[in-house]
């Protein structure tokens, strides 16, 4: 069995929808010969472009490669989420299955059916739901981990002192804690409390960073890249259409000729060499998408580099 080390972790969203399973198995593929573990994805992924209107295309995708590629599981490390599905197609938010008991017990059986395996490596809380008691939620969580249904337990979209006060929770109650937290992250950041159009997003703060880094917990970072703007930037939301950004771009170009990478290889290399760590989700549609991000592992940022781009960055 593989090792749990930082790296990329495959974004696998549109696999079984926007991706169908011939390109989704040829990503896969490509990603597990250039050494990649991870793979990421959840029960609600992607009800949005699903002709069902409900998750689970993606876990059928991953499900279908892993039982066409005998000993693949053992190669390979799965996250996958709860609490965001619609329980009525059509019909979200208000439809979303939230975080009781026992819907963390059986979305995690039913993403472990489609996924073809007994157990996942990390199984996340993929929002936050208030309207269950957090208690309660903190034991379902231990227990998944206690009958050996995940390896680990994660924390997405989640504010930092609800995750501190469920890992408190789990410590006096003896169960599993949270060991990791989820939330968005990339070089280019958004105007201070502007309203993102992406709804639940949650994007990290210096102070979730610093918490992370205070407790030992894991940091994955999605919307890495954000779905291409930094090759084509009209693609750049609103929230991120300021001064500082330009700056930002300016340095990212500047690093980026001298090193002879792109811009999207740069800012995946100043994640992997952050402090926390960070786990940069990476969603492709495509071999030479993935070729892109994978050569991102080997690109080293010196110290020179690293200061160009966190000076630009205001730090």
Known sequence: MTTDTAGIALGTMYFGTRLDRAASFAILDRFVERGGRWLDTADNYAFWVDES????????????????NPGARDEVLLSTKVGA??????????????????????????????LGTDHVDLYWAHVEDRSVDLDAQVEAFGSVVADGRTRRIGASNHATWRV??????????????FTAVQLRHTYLQPIPFAPLP?????????????????????????????????????????PYRHLDTRRRLEALDRVAEQVGATRNQVVLAWLLGSTPRITPIVGVSGISQL?????????????????????????
Do not use: F
């Open 53 to 68: 209107g409900l998750g689970g295309a993606s876990e059928t995708v991953i499900g279908a490669w892993l039982q066409a």
């Open 85 to 114: 599905d619609p329980t009525v197609a059509g019909a979200w938010p208000e439809s979303m299955e939230g975080l009781r008991p026992q819907t963390i017990h059986a979305a995690l059986d039913r993403s472990l059916a489609r």
């Open 164 to 177: 501190e006060r469920a890992r408190d929770l789990a410590r006096s109650r003896g169960a599993e804690p």
């Open 198 to 238: 992406d709804q639940g997003h949650v994007v990290a703060t210096p102070e979730a960073l610093d918490y992370a880094e205070s407790e030992g917990l894991a940091v994955w970072a999605y919307s890495t890249l954000l779905t291409g703007a930094y090759t084509r930037e009209e693609r750049l939301q609103e």
């Open 291 to 315: 070729d892109e991000t994978m050569d991102a592992r080997d690109l080293h940022l010196d110290a020179d580099a690293r200061t160009l781009l966190d000076e630009a960055a205001g730090r």
